[in-house]
């Protein structure tokens, strides 16, 4: 071992005796899309992980020994995994792809001294783990999740080590119930007929494989102290104009309030050449854009799935800002009891396919 290892697991050791003195993390909702912008920075931590799974008889192990107080290779072997991705398909192993109960992964990382010296906070997002996922960083729980289709975050800022090597965990369990989406049945079958002792399978009534694993990309990202929390935007058309409606939720430790109202907010409107068209202060309120391009479905125009690009930033009273750019289509939706309409146009639906990293299908 050597003397950098050393001192990073006595660290991990002491702050596991002081986990009580510590603030506790915050579990939070899966937050805006992590993007950069002049305030905010992202480190990403897909690639290749260590990864083990659990005995399937005794799945518990992990938790007993508590392997995430250190890195996974110190209490036992190891293969190498691609995050993100299903574990079922990387490997080779019968046995793996079958795999019923827990897993584990981890990875060690640094973040900038900096990050600390400009006073900013410290987010984690694991865009989504199938299908109960709890999350540790230097051997402390920072947060814990069901349901494998939704984003996981956790501020960190204050669990972090600044300048130094960090430990993040992850326990994965695939097991799908009755209350799980989608459902599933566990079955347990007896010595009797055979069975070893507690063996159980997974049963399930859908066509498709139980595909586990982490399943999008995991990033580190940053913010002010005080933040643009939310955005909720709604789109209408007035002849060739187009209005954006927005309201905007801020976060402050300053307060240590949610949804504090920042001093400013400014607003400006790109179009997707990146030309300001419109612009605005004020944290909610109404933006026209004169002779607007609408939003089409693929085929119905020109130029599908037009994007505008919102560039909101506030700032918290001292002169720091934050900003953040969200992309908008200006649209609008009508139902009857015969049509489904675009823009007041009935629009005939072939199939269904909406993916966030399409812009046309926004």
């Known amino acids: 071992m050597d003397s950098r290892t050393f001192v990073v697991l006595g660290i991990f050791f002491c702050l596991s005796i002081l986990a009580k003195d510590l603030p506790v993390a915050e579990a939070l909702w899966g937050g805006l899309y992590p993007n950069e912008s002049p305030s905010r920075e992202i480190k990403t931590l897909d690639g290749v992980w260590n990864f083990r799974r659990a005995p399937r008889l005794d799945p518990d192990q992990g938790f007993r ?189 300053l307060s240590n309030l949610h949804g504090t109202r920042a001093t400013e907010c400014v607003i400006e409107v790109l179009d997707k050449l990146g030309e300001p068209v419109a612009n605005t202060t004020g944290c909610s309120g109404t933006i026209r854009v004169a002779n607007a391009n609408f939003w089409w479905p693929y085929m119905m125009a020109a130029q599908p799935g037009y994007l505008y690009t919102l560039w909101i930033s506030i700032n918290d009273g001292t002169g720091r800002w934050d900003s953040y750019p969200e992309k908008v289509g200006i649209r609008t939706v009508g139902l009857n009891s015969t049509n489904l309409s675009i823009n007041d146009v009935p629009i005939y639906i072939r199939g269904l396919g909406k993916h966030e990293d399409s812009d046309v299908s926004l």
């Open 65 to 253: 020994e508590e392997w995430y107080n250190q890195p996974l290779k110190k209490s036992g072997s190891v293969i190498p995994m691609a995050v993100p991705s299903s574990y079922n398909d990387i490997t080779q192993d019968k046995s793996l792809r079958e795999h019923i109960g827990w897993v584990w992964y981890d990875r060690m990382f640094v973040v900038p001294s900096r990050w600390q010296e400009d006073n900013l906070r410290v987010f984690l997002r694991l865009g989504s783990a199938h299908y109960h996922a709890i999350i540790y960083l230097n051997g402390l729980e920072i947060a814990s999740h069901e349901g494998g289709h939704l984003p996981i975050r956790a501020e960190i800022t204050n669990f972090l080590l600044y300048g130094q090597e960090n430990l993040v965990t992850v326990a994965l369990n695939n097991i799908l119930t009755p209350q799980t989406i989608p459902q599933g049945k566990i079955v347990y079958h007896n010595e009797s007929d055979g069975y070893p002792n507690n063996y159980f399978i997974q049963t399930y009534d859908f066509d498709f494989f139980n595909y586990a694993g982490i399943h999008r990309p995991v990033v580190l990202y940053t913010t002010p102290q005080t933040y643009i929390e939310d955005i909720l935007i709604n789109t209408d058309i007035d002849g060739a104009d187009g209005i954006i409606t927005y309201n905007l939720t801020t976060s402050s430790v």
